[in-house]
C-alpha cells in the first residue's frame, strides 16, 4: 500500500513539475499531497466524482472553486504569483487522465492511512499530516 502511495504521488509531483516548470522535487511532492488531501476532503474518491466536476462548463461556481483550489495549492508551493500560469496548471493536471487515475488510487490510500503509521510517517506534507491526524 505504501509503494502503491507513493507511485501514485510520484506520478501527481510529475505532472506538477511537467504544467510549472518549477524545479523544487520536495515541495511538488507536498503539493501532490496536499491535492490527495483537498480530494478527501471534500469527499471526491472516485473518476466519476472527478470528472463529474471537470465536466461543468467552466462559468460554474463549482468548476470554478475546484480549479481555484488547486491553482492555490500550486501558488502556495512554487511561490509563482502568476494567477494565469496556476490556472491553466490546475486546469491541465486535472485533466490528464493519468493524474485523475494516480488522484483517486492516492484519495483511496490516504483515506486508509489512519491504519497504516508506515505510510503517516512518510507523508511530507505538514498540512495532510495533520488532516489525518485530526480527523478522526
Known amino acids: 500500500m505504501k509503494e502503491e ?26 503539493c501532490a499531497e496536499d491535492i490527495v488531501c483537498f480530494l478527501s476532503e471534500n469527499d471526491i474518491r472516485t473518476k466519476e466524482n472527478f470528472i463529474n466536476i ?11 472553486e475546484f480549479i481555484r483550489n488547486i491553482s492555490y495549492k ?10 494565469d500560469k496556476n490556472w491553466f496548471a490546475a486546469e491541465k493536471f486535472v485533466r490528464n487522465y493519468e493524474c485523475i ?24 506534507s505538514e498540512n495532510a499530516r495533520e488532516y489525518i491526524f485530526y480527523r478522526d
Open 54 to 64: 471537470i465536466s461543468k462548463d467552466k462559468d460554474d461556481v463549482g468548476y470554478k
Open 101 to 124: 487515475e494516480a488522484c483517486v488510487k492516492a484519495v483511496h490510500i490516504f483515506n486508509e492511512v489512519y491504519k497504516n503509521d508506515e505510510i503517516y510517517k512518510s507523508i511530507r
Open 5 to 30: 502511495f507513493f507511485n501514485s504521488i510520484k506520478v501527481l509531483s510529475y505532472f506538477l513539475w511537467e504544467y510549472t516548470k518549477y524545479d523544487n522535487v520536495l515541495s511538488l511532492w507536498c
Open 74 to 83: 500550486i501558488y502556495e508551493y512554487t511561490n509563482d504569483n502568476s494567477k
